[in-house]
């Protein structure tokens, strides 16, 4: 399949090599493997701060691609949705996807062999079963006040 992040033109085994915090734009960028998990909605409780996964999904995120389905002007309409970068990782780390490769990097760890920028693949992350592809609700299809019902464990 076409690989839907531009992964060209980055130096070689560059997240290896260099501190997450001095990557490229484009670098940054490429770090993500496209898993989708980062745009299912979560459910914080209030006492505990633990946070919750659910299936219900952005509404913007395209489940097939498991990508965000206007990506570049995605702020006119989920003016919420986080820009992750060097600078807020800390604060964001708490609900981050457990296999995201940003917070792999950012907590020391060495990313999957499933990764794209490992496989070559961009279907690799489907095929190891970590993506949220084809399983995910879209929110304007369950009120708020039910997405418990739709709570999940995190595909890893
Ligand atoms: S969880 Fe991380 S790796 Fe997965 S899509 Fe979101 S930013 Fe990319
Ligand atoms: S706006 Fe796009 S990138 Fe942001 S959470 Fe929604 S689908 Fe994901």
Same mark, same amino acid.
């Given at each position: 399949m076409t690989d839907p992040i531009n992964r060209d033109g980055l130096? /070689?085994?560059?997240?290896?090599?260099?501190p997450v915090d001095r990557l490229t734009q484009a670098e940054w960028e490429a770090l993500c %493997?496209?898993?989708?998990k980062c745009c299912l909605n979560k459910l914080e409780d209030e006492d505990t701060g633990e946070v919750a996964l659910t299936r219900i999904a952005c509404r913007l995120l395209d489940d097939t691609t498991c990508r965000c389905s206007q990506y570049t002007i995605r702020h006119q309409f989920v003016p919420e949705c986080i820009v992750l970068s060097p600078q807020n990782m800390d604060r964001n780390l708490y609900w981050m996807p457990e296999t995201c490769a940003y917070k792999l990097l950012w907590t020391g760890k060495p990313l999957f062999d499933w990764h794209p920028?490992?496989?070559?693949? /961009?279907?690799?992350?489907? %095929?190891?079963g970590v993506s949220v592809q084809g399983f995910t609700i879209p929110e304007f299809e369950v009120p708020e006040e039910d997405w418990e019902d739709h709570i999940i464990e995190e595909p890893t």
């Amino acid at each position: 399949m076409t690989d839907p992040i531009n992964r060209d033109g980055l130096r /070689p085994r560059f997240w290896e090599k260099h501190p997450v915090d001095r990557l490229t734009q484009a670098e940054w960028e490429a770090l993500c %493997d496209g898993c989708g998990k980062c745009c299912l909605n979560k459910l914080e409780d209030e006492d505990t701060g633990e946070v919750a996964l659910t299936r219900i999904a952005c509404r913007l995120l395209d489940d097939t691609t498991c990508r965000c389905s206007q990506y570049t002007i995605r702020h006119q309409f989920v003016p919420e949705c986080i820009v992750l970068s060097p600078q807020n990782m800390d604060r964001n780390l708490y609900w981050m996807p457990e296999t995201c490769a940003y917070k792999l990097l950012w907590t020391g760890k060495p990313l999957f062999d499933w990764h794209p920028l490992i496989s070559g693949d /961009p279907q690799t992350v489907h %095929d190891a079963g970590v993506s949220v592809q084809g399983f995910t609700i879209p929110e304007f299809e369950v009120p708020e006040e039910d997405w418990e019902d739709h709570i999940i464990e995190e595909p890893t």
